[in-house]
């Protein structure tokens, strides 16, 4: 079954204390929260939830998923009451990518769910949002996780198969590389990562309203996606480089920051450790939440018109600035102080 985003969105929205209560299970207070008496250790607030035990937590849908044993759609149904539609079904491939196509789909994704999950550590919100819009999915002959890439218009165009043992990876024969896998968001930032799983193990770790962003796999540190990207969606301001923290991730990075289009705006975002898997996999032990190694600002920025000074200030101004969103990226804020003109002084809280 298909959910839209705004079904999800309200199944993300349902009060806990309620929904449990619904199901016949017995809830006592704790101050502000609530205690569910068959997870002692755990508590609920709003649409929140937090297992003490476990130093973990999140909202209702991954909730229901791992208390209940529900699939990401039925604990969508079960929250809202909803009944989803039949995905949409998919559209033929113009003439030129006729020998493009998706590997056929298993029965069910639990291998490939799994494999994300557990040996990834992804979230299992995370993922199955993207099962749930069909961007994910496990194909039949191998049980491989199957990477998704469309055109503007939905259409596939362009699939990566990685395996759930092993190394193996492959891109499907016929794909087209600039329409990798990707999440577009109606904000102005763009995330660009080497590869899916990296994409997705930073949306775990910067979660907040990630979904207003975009998000893209280059399938590598080649360039094709990128420009692709930023040719489709004109709306996009500044390019956030989160490529590997290696020699051939910082060398790709100087190339593509040079191949984006004036105008717009590239940053880097170095991981702590060498990818944002690797981070992810090690979220448990950074107890501060410093995800970031290090952030490069302006390896490219628009020219800067001109100014006529008219009146001179006598007086200091200051203002602050907030980089991205807090607590998107956590290092505070930045503040900035003018004097006069030309005077100006940036330093960092």
Known sequence: ???????IDRANQADLVSFLQSQGEQLTRAGNEYRWKRH????VRGNKWYRHSQSKGGGPVDFVMEFFGRSFTEAVELLTGEKGAAPPPDRPCPASLSNFRLPPPNSDNRTARNYLTAARRIDEDVTGFFFARGDIYEDAAHHNAVFVGRDEDGIPRYAHSKGTVGNFRLDVKGSDKAFNFCYRG??????????PVDLLSFLCLFKKAWQKQSYLSLGGVGEKALLR???????IKTV????????AGNDACSRLAELVPEGLTVHRLVPLFKDWNEVLQHRAEITDGKYIREAVYGLKEPPQEETVEIIRMSEVDTQTVEWLWEPYIPFGKVTIVQGNPGEGKTTFA
């Open 229 to 235: 990207f930023l040719s489709d969606r004109p709306n």
């Open 240 to 247: 956030y480089l989160c490529l590997d923290s290696d020699q």
């Open 186 to 195: 109606e904000g102005e930032r763009l995330f660009v990562f080497e590869a």
């Open 40 to 43: 002692d250790s755990l508590t």
């Open 1 to 7: 079954m298909y959910y839209t985003q705004d079904q």
